[in-house]
C-alpha cells in the first residue's frame, strides 16, 4: 500500500517493521543486525535492543563502495565500518530507513562480503520509496511511499531516541 509522504508516522512505522523482523527471524539461528548509517544505523541500535541482539550489532557506512563515488565524491560525514562479530554463516539482517535505487543495498553488500561469507542477508527498510535501478527488494518493509525524483526523504532521530520522517525537495 503506498501512501503519501505527508502521512507517515515514523514511530508506528518503526513499530510495524519491527514487529515483521521479530516475526521473520522466529527460529533463524547465527542473527546479526548490521544498520546502513546513519538512518538504518539508529534503526538498527533500537532494533538490537528490543530483540536483545546488542553483541550482534554492526554498522556499515557504504561510501566507499558506492558505484557512484566518483561521480558524488566523499560526503564530510563518513562513519568507520563496525562489525565485532563473525560474519561467516551468520543470519544477517541488513537494515535502512528509506530504499531508493538498490546501489546503496548492493554497496553494503559487498562490503558485508568482505568481512566474511554470510549464510543469509535479509534486507529492512522503514520506507520504500520506489525507483528501483537494480533487482532489489525489502524482506522486511513498513510502508511504500511515493515521491517525486525532486524530493528526498529523511529520517531523523530526536534526543529521545523517538523518529521522524521529514520529505526535502532537493
Do not use: C
Amino acid at each position: 500500500m503506498s501512501t503519501t509522504p505527508s502521512k507517515l508516522d515514523a514511530e508506528a512505522l518503526y513499530q510495524a517493521l519491527a514487529q515483521q523482523i521479530k516475526a521473520g527471524l522466529q527460529g533463524a539461528e547465527n542473527v546479526a543486525l548490521v544498520g546502513i548509517h546513519s538512518g538504518g544505523a539508529w534503526l538498527a541500535e533500537r532494533l538490537a535492543d528490543e530483540l536483545k541482539l546488542v553483541e550482534r550489532l554492526g554498522f556499515i557506512d557504504v561510501s566507499f563502495y558506492r558505484d557512484d563515488f566518483s561521480e558524488k565524491g566523499l560526503r564530510s560525514d563518513v562513519k568507520p565500518s563496525q562489525i565485532p562479530f563473525d560474519v561467516e554463516g551468520a543470519t544477517i539482517v541488513l537494515i535502512d530507513d528509506v530504499l531508493y535505487t538498490g546501489r546503496t543495498t548492493r554497496a553494503a553488500i559487498n562490503e558485508l562480503f568482505d568481512y566474511g561469507r554470510p549464510a543469509r542477508i535479509l534486507l529492512a527498510a522503514l520506507v520504500d520509496r520506489g525507483g528501483r535501478e537494480l533487482p532489489i527488494a525489502a524482506d522486511f518493509l513498513a510502508q511504500t511511499v511515493t515521491l517525486s525524483k525532486q524530493e528526498n526523504l529523511q529520517l531523523q532521530r530526536a534526543d529521545d531516541g523517538r523518529f521522524s520522517l521529514t520529505v526535502v525537495h532537493a
